[in-house]
C-alpha cells in the first residue's frame, strides 16, 4: 500500500473510531495499525493481525477490519433486536466442534464458542442431542461465562434451552464463552444462536485467536471425571465431571493458550479399561482420533490443517495398564508398539508440534518405561517425555472411582506447564511447582558422637523413617535431607509432615549442601501430635544452587518418618 493510501485509510479510520466509542466493536485503530506494520514489515506478527483465524495474516484480514469499523461507524445509536445464527463466522471455537442443520455442536470435553457480545440485552440459545433424554447421570453438562463469571451451570434435560447473559439500559460490551463440561462420550451441546439487542451492525464478535494451542489427548483423567464428587465412593456423573477443573485446561490458562481435547473415559492405546484382564478393543482412542467424536452424530473427519496445534500432549495408558499387567512382559511390549503407531498417526496429522507424553496421575508407573522405550524408538527429537507424580490422596483428596481431586489436577498443570515449555524452548516462571519433587532423599548419622539410627527410605511414597537406636551430643549428631535442589529466587511454600512422639522439637533449615553454615531459612517444628504437618512461606532474595531441606533429629531417640516434603514455588 503506497505512503498516501495508507495515511487516508488511517485517516479514515479514526474519523470511524471518532464516530463510535471503540468498546461498542472488537477491532480498534490501533489494530489495524498494528496489522499494517505487520504487512509492510515494520514489526512482528501477533495473534491478533490473523483477524478471520484462518492460520494466515495477509491483506484479507486489513480488509475485514476495515469492513468491521465501517460497521461500527454505521451504528446511529438505535437500538434493535437482532438474532446471530452464525456461530462459526461470530465466534471463536475451541476444541473440536462440528456445524451442521443450523447448530455448532460442542463436542469434546472443554469445547467452546467464545465471542465478544454488543448491546443492552443479549442471550444464547443451547441445543440439546438425542443425551438429553438419557438418565440423568449421563446427559452433558455445560457452563456459561459472561466476562469470566460462571452465570449459567446446567446438565442439559431438554432440547433446547435460552440462557440470559445480560440486562440493562446502557449498551456494553461482554466476553461469552459457551463451554461443554462434560465428555463427548454423554454427548454434546449445541450453540444455535445469539438475540442481541443492540445498536452495533455486528454485535457477536469472536475473541482473537492465541499464539499458542495445545491438543490434549487422553483418558477420564483429562476429562475431569469425578473432580467435584464427595468422595471415592461415588460412581460417574456428568454432574461431577468438569473440564475446566481439570490439568488440561488449567494448563492452558497457564500458558495463555488455546486448547483442544480428544479424551474418553475408559480408553486406552491397545486396550480399553478391563475388569478381568482381557482386552477392550472397544475402547481405544487412536481409531477414533481422526474424528470430530466417536458417537455416531460427530463421527466425521477432523480437519488438522484447518486447525492447527503447536503442541500435543498424550496422556494415555491408565487403562491400558488393567490390561497389560495381567501379562507385563508380553502386553507391555505389545503397549509398546501400539504406543510407537500412535506416535507416529499423531505426528502424520501434526507434522511441526512438539509432542509431549507422560502417564502416572493415578498410578501405572510399571507402564512408563514401555512409553521411554516408545519415545526412544520413534527417534523423533521433538517428542519428549515424564513421568506424573502419582496422586496423593492423604494430601490432596480424591474424586469419584479414585479419579484425581481438583488439588491434584491443579499441581499437574504446573508441572506439564513447565514441561511444554522446556519442549518449545519458553522460559517458564516455575510458579506452582514443587522443587523438592526430584530431590534426593537420605540421612546422615555421626557415629563418633555416640548416635546410631536405622534409616528406611519407601519410594513409593518418598517417605524417610529413621530409627534412632541412640541419640547423638547434638541435632547434627543425625540428620534427614532431600538434597539436590536448585532454587530461583522468590517466594516459597514449605511443607511438611513428621510422625514422631507428640511434643517432640525437630529442627529444620534450607541451607546450602556444600555449605551447611549458609542457612537460607529455618526453624524449630514442636509436634502437636504423633502425626503433624508443618506449612510456611519463605522468601529467597536470591537463587540457591545445590540446596537442601534438612531436619536435625541427633537429639531424639524414637523413631521419626518424614513425608510429603515439598516446597512449592508462589512467586
Known sequence: MRSKQKALFLAACV???????????????????HLMKALTVQTDPIAADDYNGDGKINAIDLSLMKQDLLSAAADTGEQKAQTVTDIVGSTKLIGRTLTKDGVTWLVQSGSASECTVTGTKASVTIAGDGCVYSDAKYRPRYGVYVDGKLVKDV??????????????????????????????????????????????????????????????????????????????????????????????????????????????????????????????????????????????????????????????????????????????????????????SFLKQIRKNNPDAAIVCTLGIMGCQELYPYIEAAVAEVGDPKISCYESPTHNIQRDGIGADWHPSPKTHELNSYLLADKICTAIGKEYSKIGLDLAADGEYGSEIDKDTGANAWPYYADWNKSLNINISAKGTSPESITAYVRGLNLPAGGYELTFTVQASAGAEIPYALRSTKDPAKIYHSGTFKMGADKDTLTETLTLKAAAQDAEIVFLIGELQQSVTFSDVALYKRS
Open 15 to 33: 474519523s470511524f473510531a471518532a464516530m463510535q466509542p471503540l468498546s461498542a466493536f472488537a477491532v480498534s485503530v490501533s489494530d489495524v495499525q
Open 155 to 340: 446438565v442439559m434435560d431438554e432440547p433446547e434451552q435460552t440462557v440470559e447473559l445480560f440486562s440493562g439500559t446502557t449498551q456494553r460490551t461482554a466476553t461469552v464463552k459457551v463451554i461443554h463440561l462434560s465428555e463427548s462420550n454423554n454427548g454434546a451441546v449445541g450453540v444455535k444462536s445469539f438475540d442481541v439487542t443492540s445498536s452495533a451492525a455486528k454485535p457477536v464478535k469472536p475473541t482473537a485467536k492465541k499464539d499458542l494451542t495445545i491438543e490434549f489427548i487422553g483418558d477420564s483423567i483429562t476429562c475431569a471425571y469425578g473432580v467435584e464428587a464427595d468422595s471415592q465412593y461415588v460412581n460417574f456423573e456428568t454432574a461431577t465431571e468438569n473440564f475446566t477443573l481439570s490439568y488440561a485446561y488449567l494448563t492452558a490458562q497457564l500458558l495463555d493458550a488455546d486448547y483442544s481435547a480428544v479424551s474418553y473415559s475408559g480408553f486406552g492405546i491397545v486396550s480399553g479399561y478391563s475388569n478381568d484382564g482381557t482386552k477392550n478393543t472397544d475402547s481405544l482412542v487412536p481409531p477414533v482420533y481422526e474424528q470430530v467424536g466417536k458417537l455416531s452424530d460427530y463421527a466425521v473427519e477432523w480437519d488438522f490443517a484447518a486447525h492447527p496445534s503447536d503442541v500435543i500432549v498424550l496422556n494415555l495408558g491408565t487403562n491400558d495398564d488393567s490390561y497389560a499387567t495381567k501379562e507385563l512382559e508380553t502386553r507391555g511390549a505389545e503397549y509398546q508398539k501400539g504406543y510407537v
